[in-house]
Each structure stands twice: as structure tokens, then as C-alpha cells.
């Protein structure tokens, strides 16, 4: 009796360190593609998951962390993992408009007033409904991370007000909101997969683009963009995917894993992108770059001219899933 009970207080110590699940865990190796260079936000916690991975299955499964879009771009990468031939990505939300259409919404300039309400909206339930949509489509959602909000850089002049754009070619992201958006703005909008970006700029084949301080830093795009103007337009998510072909095929306590490591894996990388960011204009400017801010006059006119788009928006994306967004932010605003 005693020896029955010893037993079964062994056992679920096991389960509790999860020593008895082991033999649910297969030897894998995890393909988890990202687009910016290894040292990058996106690198550091593509390793930081890595490592999780790799710890709660005692060495069996593998991730494999490869950056510089070597995999392929954002879209390519989505078509790889519905396709079942690469495991898991990072990447922008606006670059899976094309097949949730419902993920236009994040996009929506000045949604979101700071990283706070972000971090509410997204991981709270209207976050998980839109990001559930990815797997009708081959794809598991498992965490948004933090990109960041967006700010303007080009090679021509500084701008600091709304004709500056005018014959500016912008490189924006292949998403129909930032196409309208610049186009709203007067630019010369030129949708662009991001791996093509810094030889695009090199080449003056585009004067600027769009993209939170962090990459700016980490992409070097200082090396080839003299001006920044600090617009924050827009605060982009990234969402990391698992191909659902393959997750159908993990163990319960494999999804877990993944599960697991992707929240820590979140929660370490905005941490991380916010210190990088809270350093990265003084780190611009000591590259040269030219900064200057918008007057409260030419912010409010840039602002008034993005809000056109929002009809056209809330129009793919939906009326409920638009009201569900908004009286979210809202509430996490009055919070
Ligand atoms: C990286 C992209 C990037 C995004 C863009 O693959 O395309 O400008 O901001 O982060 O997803």
C-alpha cells in the first residue's frame, strides 16, 4: 500500500517536471524563418525560442532560427508553411491581408496610442479571434510580437509637411491600407517585399520607406537614408505561424511546448524591442540621420488625410470585426 502510494507520489512529481512525457516529444527540426538580419528584435527572440524549444523537450526538438528572408520573403515564407515545407515563420500582419483579410485592421493608421493598448487589443479575445482565422487558411497563430510604430525615412528632404511627400517614391509594404494610406498622403506609394528594401533604397530605386526605429538601426537603412521624420503612423504587429500541416502532426505536449516558449518568446521580445527602441533615435542620429518631428499643424493634416482610409478598411475587414477592434482600444484606453 505504502509502496503503491510512494509510486504514485513518483510519477506525479515526474509529470509535474515533465520527465514522463518524454517519450511524447519526436527528434524534429524546426525551420523558423524571420525577414530582418540575425541581430535584429526579431533575431534575438527567434533564438530566445529557440533555446525554450529546445529545453522543454531535453534536446529533441530542434529550432532552427534563419533570418535575412533567407527562407524567403513574408509571403513566400505563409506559402512554405501551408504547403507543409517550412515549419514556422515571424512576419507582418499586413502581409497576410491577402489571405485574412480581417488582419487589415492592425494597420489602421493611429489605432493604437501606445504599446500598452497594443499589447491589451492583441492578446486579448478580438486579437486571438482574428489571428484563429489564419488556420481555415494552413496556418496556426500562436503570439503577436511587437514590431512597433512606424516612422518615415528617404533620401530626399526632410519632411515636415504634407507636400514634402509629393514626388517621393515610397516603399510600402504589398497591403492595399498602406498603399492607400501613402497615397492619401500624396506619395508615390511602390508596394515592395521587404527583402528587397535596402538594395532598393541602395540603388535610389525608391527615396524612402516606412518602418519602426528598431529596424531602421538594424537593417542599417541609416547607411542609405539621410532623413527621418518621427511620424509613428501606425504601430505594426509581427505574429509568429506555425504551418498547420505540420502542427496536426505534433503531440499534445509538442504543441504545449511550442505553445508555451512562443508567450515567453513575446513577452521577452517586446521587452526587448522597446529598450533597443527607447535608444535607437539617439543611435540614428549619431549615423547622421537628420531627424525632425512634425508641428502639431502638418501632424493633425497628415493625421486627417490617413483617416480617409478608414471606410475602406472597416469596408475588407468587415463592420463587426471593425467595432470589435474599436470599442476594444477603447476600452483598454479608459482602462
Ligand atoms: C520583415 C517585415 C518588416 C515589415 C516590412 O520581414 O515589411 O516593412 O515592417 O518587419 O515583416
Not at 36 to 41: F, G, I, P, W
Not at 175 to 204: C, H, I, Q, W, Y
Amino acid at each position: 500500500m505504502r509502496i503503491r502510494f510512494a509510486l504514485a507520489g513518483l510519477v506525479a512529481a515526474l509529470v509535474a517536471t515533465g520527465a514522463v512525457q518524454a517519450q511524447d516529444f519526436k527528434p524534429r527540426i524546426v525551420r523558423f524563418g524571420y525577414g530582418l538580419v540575425d541581430n535584429s528584435n526579431q533575431g534575438r527572440a527567434a533564438r530566445m525560442f529557440a533555446q525554450e524549444v529546445e529545453k522543454a523537450t531535453g534536446g529533441k526538438m530542434k529550432v532552427r532560427a534563419i533570418g535575412n528572408a533567407s527562407l524567403g520573403s513574408d509571403t513566400q515564407m505563409q506559402q512554405a508553411l501551408i504547403g507543409g515545407a517550412q515549419e514556422m515563420m515571424v512576419g507582418s500582419t499586413a502581409t497576410l491581408v491577402g489571405l485574412v483579410p480581417e488582419m487589415a485592421v492592425w494597420d489602421t493608421p493611429f489605432l493604437f496610442s501606445n504599446a500598452k493598448e497594443a499589447d491589451v487589443v492583441l492578446d486579448g479575445p478580438v486579437g486571438d479571434k482574428i489571428k484563429a482565422k489564419l488556420e481555415a487558411k494552413g496556418m496556426v497563430g500562436l503570439v503577436y510580437w511587437e514590431n512597433g510604430f512606424r516612422n518615415l525615412t528617404n533620401s530626399k528632404r526632410p519632411v515636415a509637411k504634407l507636400e514634402d511627400l509629393n514626388d517621393i517614391k515610397l516603399r510600402v509594404m504589398q497591403n492595399n491600407v498602406f498603399l492607400d494610406s501613402f497615397k492619401a498622403l500624396g506619395a508615390n506609394a511602390v508596394p515592395l517585399p521587404f527583402s528587397e528594401l535596402f538594395t532598393a533604397l541602395e540603388t535610389r530605386a525608391v527615396d524612402g520607406q516606412e518602418n519602426p526605429y528598431n529596424t531602421i538601426v538594424s537593417s542599417k537603412f541609416y547607411e542609405v537614408q539621410k532623413y527621418l521624420t518621427v511620424t509613428n503612423h501606425v504601430y505594426s504587429p509581427w505574429i509568429v505561424t506555425v504551418s498547420k500541416k505540420w502542427w496536426d502532426g505534433l503531440s499534445a505536449a509538442e504543441k504545449k511546448v511550442l505553445q508555451d516558449a512562443a508567450i515567453k518568446s513575446r513577452d521577452f521580445e517586446r521587452k526587448d524591442t522597446r529598450e533597443e527602441a527607447a535608444k535607437a533615435l539617439a543611435d540614428l542620429k549619431g549615423k547622421g540621420m537628420q531627424v525632425n518631428e512634425l508641428s502639431a499643424a502638418e501632424a493633425n493634416r497628415m493625421r486627417e488625410k490617413l483617416v480617409s482610409v478608414n471606410a475602406g478598411i472597416a469596408k475588407s475587414v468587415g463592420q463587426q470585426t471593425w467595432d470589435e477592434v474599436n470599442a476594444a482600444v477603447q476600452q483598454a484606453r479608459n482602462a
